[in-house]
């Protein structure tokens, strides 16, 4: 079995450097967890995209620790090979230093090897007590679904060049904190290089041009399991929803002319259950 991804080995992956960029995917529980594993990505996000992807809200902000611990777990029970970071969501990292830290425990707890939280400057205090707690750190920068509000919706970021500047900054600012990389969400390509070409760490785009050392998408998204909104930086592979769809309602036709169950997926009555249904002994 392959060695397990760890939190130095990402942080050395400078593309610059001739490393092979990063993969990210966000998995949610322990089938998504699975899938992407088996397909050797680098890194799996149990991201608080969750909120709009699994559990059906519009925006990030509903979801809590508790939530985050219960998927966060699920995770970690299939023992990935790729390394575990978990979001910290909307304010479980606003309020104090403390909170902060024992928030980030429960998901280290969980299962996770790193959190991740989203903002720059402001949250310096919050990744050093993390980073002093031995709890690694992925900064996230750009659109921060978070400050949602804040930003007058999910809107490409760093645009004009004072911004830009800002976004470089922060990077700094955060790898001098202890952060061992840095997502780079909705931000144009040229800043989203400037960054990366600034900090020894690797940056993870998404919405990001080409230029990062890593590339992460939302799983729902690529899969196409969640169709309903096409962002401009989502490459769909699969249309997993429409298939699901043909699948099931072939199977509630089947069901309906009387073609399911059929008799190979019927017991006759000397069969021995047990083996039968779950492989298990007799
Ligand atoms: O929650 C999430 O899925 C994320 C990615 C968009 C990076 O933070």
Known sequence: MAARVTVPAVRSRKVAAGAPPLVMVTA??????????AAEVDLLLVGDSLAMVVLGYDDTLSVT??????????VGRTAPRALVVADLPWMSYHVSVEDTV??????????????KLEGGAKRLPMVRALVDAEIPVM???????????????????????????????DAVALVEAGVFAVVLEAVPAAVARRVTEAVPVPTIGIGAGPACDGQV??????????????PRFVRR?????????????????????????????TYEPEERLGAEVHGLPA
């Open 28 to 37: 949610y529980d322990a089938p998504t967890a699975r899938l992407a594993d």
């Open 65 to 74: 620790v508790d939530d985050m611990v219960h998927h966060t777990a699920a």
């Open 102 to 115: 024992r928030n980030a425990a429960r998901l280290i707890r969980a299962g996770a090897t790193a959190v």
């Open 139 to 169: 900064g996230h920068l750009g659109l921060t679904p978070q400050s949602v509000h804040a930003l007058g919706g999910f809107k490409v970021q760093g645009r004009r060049p004072e911004a830009a500047d800002a976004l470089v900054e």
């Open 217 to 230: 998408l939302v799983l729902h998204d690529l899969l196409g399991l969640e169709d309903r909104v096409l």
């Open 237 to 265: 592979y699969a249309s997993l929803r429409a298939d699901g769809t043909v699948a099931v309602g072939a199977f509630a036709a089947d069901v309906r002319s009387g073609a399911f169950p059929g008799a190979d997926e």
